[in-house]
């Protein structure tokens, strides 16, 4: 894998889908920190069907502190581990309104101080809310850059940074978005789908298939 091969690759990813983003559906950071924290072992659909009915009665750090922590329990109890997330998220408020003016802060130092904020959490957040380069590596991603070559590591952190080093800068913004998809739809752990994928020439996958 060289620099020549992850641009094509990067190059036929934006040509697929020019204009990626998260399948968390938010409108404000806010909406998205809170989407993010929900999302830790859940789905996307599960968290996006819990927010649909949130949002509209909390969408701001002291609406959702009105609401209490009981309140926001019977919005977000069909989430696995509701309870320590429905505390991170009136915790995250207080402090949202205590240290930062009721406004998400744009720093990672910030980020990751709120409570159940890691790393993970706040690149999402630096990269959907705020258009800041960052890589959020998640299951899907450490699975495709490991099995592509694209940058394989041992552990998340070891990915993160070399995807960070060697995905062409101009790519880099959407390169999350896309590696997630690509993952989630397509690379995917059992059955990769290598028949219909449209960088199968140039992934080093050694058990390719033709799984349709």
């Known amino acids: 894998m060289n620099r020549s091969i992850r641009t ?7 040509a697929a889908n020019p204009h990626p983003t998260t399948e968390l559906v938010f409108n404000s950071p806010f909406e998205l920190l809170i989407a993010v924290l929900l999302s830790a072992q859940a789905t996307d659909v599960g968290v996006n ?11 701001t750090p002291q609406a959702m502190l009105d609401l209490g922590l009981e309140g926001v329990k019977e919005y977000t109890k069909t989430i696995g581990l509701y309870q320590t997330k ?31 904020v890691g790393r993970k959490t706040a ?8 258009g800041q380069p960052a890589m959020a590596v998640d299951t899907h991603i450490f699975r495709v850059a490991n099995r592509t ?33 690509h993952g989630r739809y397509t ?23 033709d799984f349709a």
């Open 149 to 181: 070559r694209i940058a394989p590591g041992k552990n998340v952190r070891e990915v993160e940074d070399k995807l960070m080093r060697l995905i062409p800068k101009p790519f880099l913004q959407d390169a999350h978005h896309w590696l997630i998809l």
């Open 49 to 59: 069907k819990a927010t649909a009915k949130l949002f509209p009665v909390a969408n």
């Open 8 to 14: 094509e690759i990067f190059e036929r990813f934006q």
């Open 123 to 130: 690149n999402v957040v630096l990269n959907t809310a705020f």
């Open 86 to 116: 429905s505390r991170h998220i009136i915790e995250t408020c207080r402090i949202l309104l205590e240290r930062h003016g009721g406004e998400v802060p744009q720093t990672r130092a910030e980020l990751e101080a709120l409570p159940g």
């Open 187 to 209: 690379c995917k752990a059992l059955k990769p789908q290598c028949g219909r994928c449209l960088i199968a020439d140039l992934c080093e996958y050694g058990a390719k298939n």
